[in-house]
Every structure is written in structure tokens, then in C-alpha cells.
Nanobody
Framework: QVQLVESGGGLVQVGGSLRLSCAASGRTFSSYTMGWFRQAPGKGRDLVAAITWSDGNTWYADSVKGRFTISRDNAKNTVYLQMNSLKPEDTAVYCC??????????????????WGQGTRVTVSS
């Protein structure tokens, strides 16, 4: 059974940094696409960044380009989201997701088969 466990959320001041981790288990993920989504209070769930496990291709939402970096550690089966220059509008619950597909609508939540429970990020001003 696939498990995705996020960690690293918390409270940070504007301009600060956090690194989120998503530990994946229960499957060989070499052909998977991994995504980080976020959901702010009263809003929908949006893709922040995605990465293909096999070759490390990445995609970012325009709102985080240049500030966030997604990466993966194959040996640890872990995906990271490094978040720098955080803004109040980055406040949300961040969820890790895994898709068994390599190509497709990676920006849609429905593309993903498995989800973590989420970790909360609060950026205070």
C-alpha cells in the first residue's frame, strides 16, 4: 500500500524559508510523477510544483517560480519542496501526491492516485 507522509510545515515570517518533505513507501516510484498541492482556507486545491521521478523534469505554478524548488532523493524515496521568500499568500495546507502516470494533466488533482495527509504552512507578517 502506498503511503505518503509529509513533514516540515510550520510557522514562518514573511521572507523566511521552509523545506517540506514527502516520504513515499509501498511501491517502486521510478515511473511516477510526484506533485505538491496546496489549499488555502476557503480556496481550491492548486498544484504548486511537480516532478517526474525517473528523469527529474519539473513544473511550477507561476506564483512560486523562482522561489520554490522541487527535488527528489531516489535513495530515500523522498520528494522535497524548498520554499524561499515566503509570502502571506503562501499560507495553506500543503499535500504531497503521487501519480502512476508519467505524461498527462499533471496540474489536475485527478491525475494523482495517492495523497498524503498534508502539512500546514503559515506565513506571518
Amino acid at each position: 500500500q502506498v503511503q505518503l507522509v509529509e513533514s516540515g510545515g510550520g510557522l514562518v515570517q514573511v521572507g523566511g524559508s521552509l523545506r517540506l518533505s514527502c516520504a513515499a513507501s509501498g511501491r517502486t516510484f521510478s515511473s511516477y510523477t510526484m506533485g505538491w498541492f496546496r489549499q488555502a482556507p476557503g480556496k481550491g486545491r492548486d498544484l504548486v510544483a511537480a516532478i517526474t521521478w525517473s528523469d527529474g523534469n519539473t513544473w511550477y505554478a507561476d506564483s512560486v517560480k523562482g522561489r520554490f524548488t522541487i527535488s527528489r532523493d531516489n535513495a530515500k524515496n523522498t520528494v522535497y519542496l524548498q520554499m524561499n521568500s515566503l509570502k502571506p499568500e503562501d499560507t495553506a495546507v500543503y499535500c504531497c501526491a503521487a501519480s502512476s502516470s508519467y505524461i498527462g494533466a499533471y496540474y489536475r488533482a485527478g491525475f494523482y492516485d495517492y495523497w498524503g495527509q498534508g502539512t500546514r504552512v503559515t506565513v506571518s507578517s
